[in-house]
């Protein structure tokens, strides 16, 4: 017997052994490694995740610690710094910790932890990371309260919440330190609240492409007017110090979901003594070769190799919001502006339209407004937004234009769908705008009745049906002691109708939207991405990597949701990050990034046209307004201020 418990005893360990060394699932990768263990001291509530960061090759990847263990898969070989933190958005938190470990090729590392001080911990809404600063600035922490106390109740509240908070976040009033937009503003005594809500009522919108008001006046009669400014400068004079919402709950979530997730995030780290601000990303984009861009601006672009972290920034190129890559040539187009640097000798920095070869490393400049979205459609004409709608055409390789004749039309994102429409939003007015090229005219459809209410980018799924979040809107206030967060709305184009539903997370603000292969609308706000299942309705929420304005999503063909976080990388020196999450690492076919056939991101798949010109590192300046006569006609009409533009 003694003999026998011996070998059994053994037996064991053996079996053990080989759990830790061999992988778990039967998809990981070969010469890449897993990382798993169990962590104790967790309560109820909290919500710990493990993030492992490559420091050879600045690739990072992030799970959920579910029922006291977690399992990270596919990582790449390599000294590795490994940190166990609460998940963001959290109410109940405890102290991190880090430890340093190498990961081999086939090798199954093991690190378990033990939680610390865990307990109740002030947290905030919103994506802007308050408590870090940007390089000029070293004076920027901000005090967290609730939104009652904030905010005291009264008409003056009752007006902020109407008019308001349908175009901006609530952490903006209060936030009263300068720090770089949108995170805050410098201090204003009665004078300067004064201008400042003037400005907000009457100001025209987007100068040179609308002159209409940013709002609809009638929304703030001289009575609310008075109310509001009053309240401002009583709440938030030039003595207030900053402050900052109190986060007062948080977002369901689904603990399976959460334990088969897995992110995985690029980072590429700019020199610090290049820019006296941090650039940050802002937009993402998939090569034909799988490799993934990102438009990092005041620096430039960045090209990542997801398979091995390999990346390549293309300096001096400025870089702006929007990027795409061209499937034909591999060439790719991007916005310029914010950057004091000349993209080339000769061509001003005021050029916004760019077209780089990485081949040759020559850029093409188009001095032109296009800078907030990119897309092609089926004829592989690329369409571009700038309040504006611009269209390169590929056959003639010219730049023409149309003047939105929408009150308050501001094209900002921009998708297209199967039939070729453009749609963007209407600004601060919660609708959308339709462009048919084929008959060149535009037409708006409401999607709520409050107003001002503001939406960003839209999406478009397999049956054309039309989907966009309200980014900011009165119907979010505080009702009954609770905010309601952002609601995701789905517009039939061909009837009109309109149904939302409300992400369930307070206080959010949905940027961006995306159908996955399945018809499931991806939603990308602060600190979430969101799935929204049409069959079943309803919302499954992953917490980001980090506390970010998580904005521009793409989606693979294989299920990845590809994003990009802004303010993680403007504030807290993290670099300009592309990320991924896959909601079920067990099924990770590849880290490459291809668009599925026929979304809305890869509409040309099958055109066989001509090749683009080659890129020659000239400035074109060929930009033609189709619809300039008939634009002034309608200002006339509505009753608009002279543009004053002319082609």
Not at 421 to 442: A, Q, Y
Request: glycine share 10%; proline share 7%.
């Amino acid at each position: 017997m003694r003999i026998s418990r011996t070998y059994f005893a053994a037996l064991v360990g053996a079996i053990a052994l080989l759990v830790l060394v061999l992988p778990v699932n039967a998809d990981q990768f070969p010469d890449h490694g897993q990382l798993s263990g169990m962590v104790t001291g967790s309560q109820p509530g909290v919500l710990p995740v493990v993030y492992a960061y490559n420091t050879d090759r600045d690739v990072g990847y992030m799970v959920f610690v579910v029922d006291g263990k977690y399992r990270a898969v596919n990582l790449m070989p390599g000294p590795y710094s490994v940190t166990i933190r609460p998940a963001i958005d959290q109410l109940e938190g405890f102290t991190p910790e880090t430890v340093q470990l190498d990961v081999a090729a086939d090798e199954h590392v093991t690190a378990d932890f033990a939680l610390k001080n865990v307990g109740p911990m002030p947290n905030y809404i919103g994506g802007y990371p308050y408590e870090a600063c940007s390089r000029s600035d070293s004076d920027c922490g901000a005090k967290i309260e609730p939104y009652e106390k904030i905010f005291p109740p009264g008409p003056g509240r009752e007006v902020l919440e109407r008019y308001c908070f349908g175009c901006h976040h609530e952490n903006i009033i209060s936030y009263n330190h300068v720090r770089t937009y949108p995170a805050g503003h410098r201090p204003f005594d009665k004078a300067g609240w004064t201008a400042t809500v003037d400005r907000m009522n009457a100001r025209y919108a987007h100068a040179g492409l609308g002159r209409d008001p940013k709002t609809d006046p009638a929304l703030l009669p001289r009575k609310d007017r008075d109310i509001v400014i009053d309240y401002l400068t009583e709440n938030f004079g030039p003595d207030s110090e900053p402050r900052v919402v109190q986060l007062s709950s948080e977002a369901e979530l689904d603990l399976n979901a959460l334990e088969k997730a897995q992110y995985v995030e690029y980072i590429y780290n700019e020199d610090p003594e290049k820019y006296p601000v941090w650039p940050w990303s802002h937009n993402v984009a998939f090569g034909p070769d799988g490799n993934v861009w990102i438009a990092y601006r005041n620096c430039c672009i960045v090209r990542f190799d997801p398979r091995t972290g390999e990346q390549k920034a293309f300096e001096g190129n400025g870089g702006g919001s929007a990027i795409i890559v061209d499937h034909q040539d591999g060439t790719v187009w991007y916005s310029g502006g914010g950057t004091p640097q000349s993209i080339a000798p000769g061509v001003p920095s005021r050029a916004f339209i760019r077209h780089l070869d990485p081949e040759t490393g020559l850029v093409d400049s188009w001095v032109g407004k296009g800078h907030s979205g990119y897309i092609f459609d089926s004829q592989a004409n690329l369409w571009m937004t700038s309040g504006g709608l611009s269209k390169w055409d590929r056959k003639t390789d010219t730049i023409m234009s149309w003047r939105i004749p929408v009150i308050r039309g501001f094209y900002y994102g921009i998708t297209v769908d199967s039939q070729d429409r453009l749609w963007g939003p209407n600004d601060n007015s919660g609708g959308v705008i339709r462009f048919d090229p084929e008959t060149e005219t535009f037409k708006w459809f409401q999607l709520t009745k409050e107003q001002p209410a503001r939406v960003r980018r839209p999406g478009v799924d397999s049956n054309d049906m039309i989907w966009v979040g309200d980014w900011a809107s009165p119907n979010r206030r505080q009702a009954n002691g609770r905010n309601k967060g952002g609601t995701l709305y789905r517009l039939n184009p061909e009837t009109g109708e309109v149904t939302g539903r409300e992400l369930g997370i307070e206080y959010s603000s949905p940027y961006d939207t995306d159908a996955d292969a399945d018809d499931n609308i991806w939603v990308a706000s602060d600190n979430y991405l969101s799935k929204y299942d049409q069959k079943a309705d309803t919302f499954t929420h992953y917490p980001g990597v980090r506390r970010s304005d998580t904005l521009k999503l793409n989606i693979t063909r294989d299920g990845a949701i590809w994003f990009i976080n802004r303010n993680d990388s403007k504030f807290t020196a993290t670099g300009g990050a592309a990320m991924a999450l896959y909601p079920d690492k067990d099924k990770i076919k590849t880290f490459a990034a291809y668009y599925a056939e026929g979304s809305d991101h890869y509409r040309y798949h099958n055109y066989r046209g001509p090749k683009p010109p080659k890129v020659t590192g000239n400035p074109k300046y060929a930009i033609h307004v189709q619809n300039l006569e008939e634009y002034e006609e309608w200002a006339i009409d509505n009753k608009l201020p002279d543009s004053g533009y002319t082609d």
